[in-house]
């Protein structure tokens, strides 16, 4: 039976009170279309033109960059730092296969439209087009989601009014893939359309297996993360048994990958491998936690890192963060957890007392030993390998583990946070990545919108600290950006331990319980063909 449509403005806790600016909720008796329509090309004309306003904030915010050139500190003290002038600029950049064709060919055509051939004006051309792509991937990206988002097709409002947008969305190339990415996963979802009963409908769900497999690989060519999509798929086809179609879509992106490889492993096979070993030699860069020895180093003394009292703090605070958590979790769910026997009480007593006892002992010579010989690449590469496999083998067991299958997008939610936290660094455009899976994984607009603003300010506090690399004694001190790392990556954690409360009680997933009058269940309106499958019972 048909039900309701998602309303925001009634059903959203955070949306409902500011809807009153603007006449009050959407009434009980207010037509709304029905699961099997599209949105109205009104409504995602409106979602379409609130992407823009963030786009638009972040071309005024470059314009002294493209004006009076790329250069430092100018760059970062106006928050306009860009890698694209640098890969249109430069030939000696890395870059993968499938990116290095899109800046060949936005490089052709600026060369085009440049004047006189003037280079300065060929660079401002190609930062004008891409701006003009990074447009138009954005407002796709905020369509497909309408389609992914199934009966709530506002949430990709989320992704349009993020934060994230404004700061980068024009420092690189990566909205492009994650454009191709989440307009395969919508097409994924349209396995059946047009598809009536019987060899039609087969047809239909071929298509759009192949179709999904083509923009993966594609996205995939472009940046190799991805690849987190095809991968989440993977391991929901185990628990689901859907091998088959799974495999349609794995073999045509890993097909479409190669194909895009092949003519730049012919012409220059030490070119294409430049890429891959500059990933491997890459050095802990901006954002990864492995950084943070080297960025106290110069300002900490050995006898500044004797501080007991504070490392007792942060463990003491480790551990009621943690309790905080347990207790978001229903009543229920606690009595699992919450000692109930002498013994048990015990154990809490020896971990609270022994753990920020544990900090206090060794951690001055922990820190002491890291400020000395900080992490190179060796330890950075190492840490990438060990830890992507950690990620893959840990997010397999909670896709186990959970009393129901996990949606696609929380699995690649996952997927995509613990990559990126284990590579060697996590630059500023690594956001982007996360915000349509967040979205969609987590629709609140508290947690996206919490999660967007310390995204943002994490950003303008790189670019202060560059500024201050460039003009001594200005810009951010290199232990006050150590801070905004750390608070950015707990972020990251943070909703990905929100993502894994709503799985592992899908009562409270307001995806799965729908908020509206029908009460009607969806299971994975995401998952395309992950929709209404099987599930393994587990134990």
């Given at each position: 039976m048909p039900g309701l449509r998602h309303a925001p403005s009634r059903h959203d806790p955070q949306l409902r009170p500011l809807s009153e600016v603007i006449g009050g909720p959407a009434g009980r008796r207010r037509a709304v279309a029905t699961d099997g329509e599209a949105l109205r090309w009104g409504s995602r004309a409106v979602l379409a033109l609130v992407a823009v306003f963030p786009l638009m904030l972040a071309v005024l915010i470059s314009t002294p960059c493209r004006s009076n050139g790329w250069t430092s500190p100018q760059q970062f003290t106006h928050a306009c730092y860009s890698d694209v002038p640098v890969a249109l600029g430069d030939n000696a950049v890395p870059l993968p296969a499938g990116l290095t064709m899109v800046v060949d060919a936005v490089k052709a055509v600026a060369g085009l439209l440049a004047q006189g051939g003037d280079p300065a004006a060929a660079l401002r051309a190609g930062v004008d087009l891409l701006t003009g792509l990074v447009a138009v991937a954005t407002v796709l990206t905020v369509l497909a989601a309408t389609r992914l988002a199934g009966h709530r097709p506002w949430d990709a409002g989320m992704i349009a009014a993020s934060p994230v947008l404004v700061t980068a969305s024009l420092v690189s190339f990566d909205l492009l893939a994650v454009a191709a990415m989440v307009v395969g996963l919508a097409v994924l979802t349209c396995r059946t359309a047009g598809g009536g009963p019987g060899q039609g409908r087969i047809q239909a769900g071929l298509r759009a297996l192949v179709g999904a497999g083509v923009l993966l690989g594609l996205a995939a060519a472009i940046r190799p993360i991805a690849a987190v999509a095809l991968l989440a798929m993977m391991v929901l086809a185990v628990r689901s048994g859907r091998w088959t179609q799974v495999g349609v879509t794995v073999a045509t992106a890993a097909g479409t990958w190669?194909?895009?490889?092949?003519?730049?492993?012919?012409?220059?096979?030490?070119?294409?491998?430049?890429?891959?070993?500059?990933?491997?030699?890459?050095?802990?860069?901006?954002?990864?936690?492995?950084?943070?020895?080297?960025?106290?180093?110069?300002?900490?003394?050995?006898?500044?890192?004797?501080?007991?009292?504070?490392?007792?703090?942060?463990?003491?605070?480790?551990?009621?963060?943690?309790?905080?958590?347990?207790?978001?979790?229903?009543?229920?769910?606690?009595?699992?957890?919450?000692?109930?026997?002498?013994?048990?009480?015990?154990?809490?007593?020896?971990?609270?007392?022994?753990?920020?006892?544990?900090?206090?002992?060794?951690?001055?010579?922990?820190?002491?030993?890291?400020?000395?010989?900080?992490?190179?690449?060796?330890?950075?590469?190492?840490?990438?390998?060990?830890?992507?496999?950690?990620?893959?083998?840990?997010?397999?067991?909670?896709?186990?583990?959970?009393?129901?299958?996990?949606?696609?997008?929380?699995?690649?939610?996952?997927?995509?946070?613990?990559?990126?936290?284990?590579?060697?660094?996590?630059?500023?455009?690594?956001?982007?990545?996360?915000?349509?899976?967040?979205?969609?994984?987590?629709?609140?607009?508290?947690?996206?919108?919490?999660?967007?603003?310390?995204?943002?300010?994490?950003?303008?506090?790189?670019?202060?600290?560059?500024?201050?690399?460039?003009?001594?004694?200005?810009?951010?001190?290199?232990?006050?950006?150590?801070?905004?790392?750390?608070?950015?990556?707990?972020?990251?954690?943070?909703?990905?331990?929100?993502?894994?409360?709503?799985?592992?009680?899908?009562?409270?997933?307001?995806?799965?319980?729908?908020?509206?009058?029908?009460?009607?269940?969806?299971?994975?309106?995401?998952?395309?063909?992950?929709?209404?499958?099987?599930?393994?019972?587990?134990?």
């Open positions: 190669t194909l895009l490889n092949i003519p730049a492993f012919l012409v220059s096979p030490t070119d294409w491998w430049r890429y891959p070993r500059s990933l491997a030699a890459g050095e802990p860069g901006y954002g990864s936690v492995l950084v943070i020895p080297r960025l106290l180093a110069p300002a900490t003394t050995p006898s500044a890192v004797d501080l007991p009292v504070p490392l007792a703090g942060i463990g003491v605070l480790i551990l009621v963060a943690m309790l905080a958590a347990r207790l978001m979790l229903p009543a229920a769910s606690r009595q699992r957890w919450l000692p109930v026997q002498g013994t048990d009480f015990v154990a809490a007593a020896a971990l609270i007392v022994l753990a920020p006892a544990a900090v206090v002992l060794a951690g001055p010579w922990v820190l002491r030993t890291l400020m000395t010989d900080p992490p190179g690449a060796t330890a950075a590469r190492w840490v990438a390998i060990v830890g992507g496999v950690l990620v893959v083998l840990g997010v397999t067991w909670l896709s186990f583990s959970m009393p129901r299958r996990p949606r696609l997008v929380v699995v690649a939610l996952w997927l995509m946070l613990g990559f990126w936290l284990v590579a060697p660094s996590l630059p500023v455009q690594a956001g982007v990545w996360v915000l349509p899976l967040l979205a969609l994984a987590l629709p609140s607009w508290r947690v996206v919108l919490t999660w967007g603003l310390i995204e943002a300010g994490y950003a303008v506090a790189t670019w202060f600290y560059l500024y201050g690399l460039s003009v001594s004694d200005r810009g951010l001190p290199a232990p006050w950006y150590a801070v905004f790392l750390l608070v950015r990556v707990l972020a990251w954690v943070w909703v990905g331990t929100l993502a894994w409360r709503v799985s592992a009680h899908p009562g409270l997933d307001p995806v799965r319980v729908r908020s509206d009058e029908s009460g009607a269940h969806r299971d994975d309106p995401a998952g395309g063909l992950f929709d209404e499958a099987g599930d393994i019972e587990l134990a």
